[in-house]
């Protein structure tokens, strides 16, 4: 049958396939729109599975907050090369992935993938930019965080993103959540302080500490004493609440939350860096 101009150029609008393709679709179709995406899907499919063993190290990892500042998602949407990270429809794309996540909650990364966006799933969406973009396209990190207050931060044009979990949620609150949150980009601590280091984390580093001092030659019976203070020291540099606070060091960043608010404190933290 005869296939039109218009209907191989409304094609190409709704699926972003190249002209040809569309116009073989619609062909193969017998000028059927809907039949015709399907056909290209399936193709789109066929060339996002070539690429599927291709590393996605490049992209965005965005973080979001609601409107209230009670709940954050951050997002990893990864593609191949710097240049499509830098696209604006990329972009775009991205970040309307990561507000999609940030309205319906998805409980995790599978969620996220599985869930209906524009008429199909996630991951289906996925498959078809592959196919248009000519680059692998995926997800790679989703994290979410609820609190009284969450602040939302981006680093370095969406190459880290953090979320900072409050115990209060006004605006002042917010704004200095917004410093820990670059504190946290910055320094990358394990934890919010000590309590919430895994056992096993201390026990290494406490055997590292025991191994480090007997081989300065320390007298066996103060091995476990010096091991604990070299454990504080671990404290310090890799706990949020016991770090140098970045903006001013001559506090810490517990000390800077307690001078803004006598009840302000950090009740958890995500940090999504692209490519890790």
Do not use: W
């Amino acid at each position: 049958m005869n296939i039109t101009a218009s209907a191989v150029n409304e094609l190409r609008k709704a699926t972003g396939a190249g002209m040809m393709e569309c116009k073989k679709a619609l062909q193969e179709s017998n000028g059927d729109m809907e039949a015709a995406i399907d056909i290209l899907r399936k193709k789109g499919a066929a060339k996002a599975a070539k690429r599927a063993d291709r590393e996605a190290a490049e992209g965005l990892a965005i973080a979001v907050s609601n409107d209230d500042n009670s709940f954050g998602v951050i997002v990893e949407i990864n593609c191949e090369t710097d240049f499509v990270a830098k696209n604006d429809d990329f972009i775009a794309f991205a970040k309307d992935i990561a507000n999609f996540a940030l309205n319906n909650k998805p409980a995790d990364l599978d969620a996220l993938k599985s869930m209906e966006y524009n008429g199909k799933s996630i991951a289906d969406t996925l498959i078809e930019k592959t196919a248009v973009i000519g680059e692998k396209i995926d997800i790679s990190n989703y994290a979410s965080l609820n609190a009284e207050g969450v602040a939302a931060y981006n680093h370095a044009n969406f190459r880290i993103g953090v979320l900072v979990g409050l115990t209060q949620g006004d605006n002042a609150s917010l704004e200095a959540g917004k410093d820990v949150a670059m504190q946290i980009a910055a320094m990358n601590p394990i934890a919010v302080d000590e309590s919430a280091v895994s056992e096993e984390v201390k026990n290494k580093e406490l055997e590292i500490g025991r191994e480090q001092a007997k081989a300065e030659g320390k007298p066996e019976q103060i091995l476990d004493k010096i091991a604990q203070g070299k454990l504080q020291k671990f404290y310090k540099e890799n706990t949020l609440v016991h770090q140098a606070f970045v903006k001013d060091t001559s506090k810490t960043v517990g000390q800077f939350l307690r001078d803004t608010n006598a009840e302000l404190a950090v009740t958890n933290f995500s940090r999504v860096q692209l490519g890790t």
